[in-house]
C-alpha cells in the first residue's frame, strides 16, 4: 500500500475571465468541500490573483498553466516562478502537449522550467504522452521515456516527491476518446518503472502519477481504479463545477 497523494487537478486552459473565474472557483470550491484527495485548478495568468484570494483557507489548491524558468529579465511577455510563487500559486503544469505542438516547447526547456518550479517551491505537474502516429508505429514506449528522462535528468531523488507526473495521450486530449483504463495502466506503470530506474523503487513508488485525456464524470471511477493511476489532469469536465465534483468524488 502506497501514501502517494491522490491529485485532481482542473486544466481550464485559455478559458474564463476574472469574473468568470471567481464564479466556477467559487462553485468548485463547494463540490471539492470534504475531498478525500488533493484538487488543484490551473487557471490562465491572468485569473491567478483572484483564484487564489477566492481559494485561500480552502482545499482547493490553485495553480498555472505554464511559466518561464528563468528568474527575471528581457523575455516580453512571460512569467517567472517567483511571480506564481508570491500570489499563492502552488501548482504548475509543464510541457503539456498542447504548449509542445503550438508552442514549440522541447524536452530541453521543459527540464528546465521542471527546475525553475522546485526552485521557487512549485510542484510541478510534468505532461508527457504519445500522439498516435507513435502508438501506431510502436514506439510510444520509447518516446515516454525519452520524455522523462530528459525532464527530469537534472531532479535528484530527494525532490521526486515535489514532482507530479501526468500521462495524456495526445489522441485522448479534448477528443472525447479516452484511453482504456488497461491502455492508461499500462504506461502509467511503464512511467513509473523508467523512475524506479532511474532513481529506486522507493522514490518511484511515491510519485503520483496522474491520467489526462477526456477523463469525466462517467469514465473517471474506472480509470482511477488503476493501481499505478493516482489522479486526474481533466481539462473540458473541470469547467463543469458539477461534472468536476463527480470526478473528485470518484478520488479515494
Ligand atoms: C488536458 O488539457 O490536459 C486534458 C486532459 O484535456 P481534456 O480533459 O479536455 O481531454
Known amino acids: 500500500m502506497s501514501n502517494r497523494k491522490t491529485i485532481i487537478a482542473g486544466n481550464w486552459k485559455m478559458n474564463k475571465t476574472p469574473k468568470e473565474a471567481e464564479a466556477l472557483l467559487g462553485d468548485v470550491l463547494n463540490v471539492a468541500k470534504g475531498a478525500a484527495c488533493e484538487v488543484v485548478v490551473c487557471t490562465p495568468y491572468v485569473d491567478l ?15 498555472a498553466q505554464n511559466l518561464h524558468f528563468k528568474a527575471s529579465g528581457a523575455y516580453t511577455g512571460e512569467i517567472s516562478a517567483a511571480m506564481l510563487q508570491e500570489l499563492g500559486v502552488g501548482y504548475v503544469i509543464i510541457g503539456h502537449s498542447e504548449r509542445r505542438e503550438y508552442f514549440a516547447e522541447t524536452d530541453a526547456t521543459v527540464a528546465l522550467k521542471i527546475g525553475a518550479a522546485l526552485a521557487a517551491g512549485l510542484t ?62 499500462e504506461v502509467c506503470k511503464l512511467i513509473r518503472d523508467t523512475l524506479a530506474e532511474l532513481y529506486d523503487d522507493a522514490t518511484a513508488q511515491s510519485v503520483s502519477i496522474l491520467y489526462g485525456g477526456s477523463m469525466n464524470a462517467k469514465n473517471a471511477a474506472e480509470l482511477l481504479a488503476q493501481p499505478d493511476i ?23
Open 49 to 63: 490573483p483572484c483564484a487564489c484570494a477566492v481559494a485561500k483557507g480552502s482545499n482547493v489548491n490553485v495553480g
Open 124 to 185: 510541478p505537474i510534468l505532461c508527457v504522452g504519445e500522439s498516435l502516429e507513435q502508438r501506431e508505429q510502436g514506439i510510444m514506449g520509447e518516446h515516454i521515456r525519452t520524455q522523462i528522462k530528459i525532464a527530469l535528468a537534472d531532479v535528484a531523488a530527494a525532490d521526486m516527491g515535489k514532482v507530479v507526473v501526468a500521462y495524456e495521450p495526445i489522441w485522448a486530449i479534448g477528443t472525447g476518446k479516452t484511453a482504456t483504463s488497461e491502455q492508461a495502466q
Open 230 to 252: 493516482d489522479g486526474g489532469l481533466i481539462g473540458g469536465a473541470s469547467l463543469k463545477a458539477e461534472d468536476f465534483g463527480k470526478i473528485i468524488a470518484a478520488a479515494k
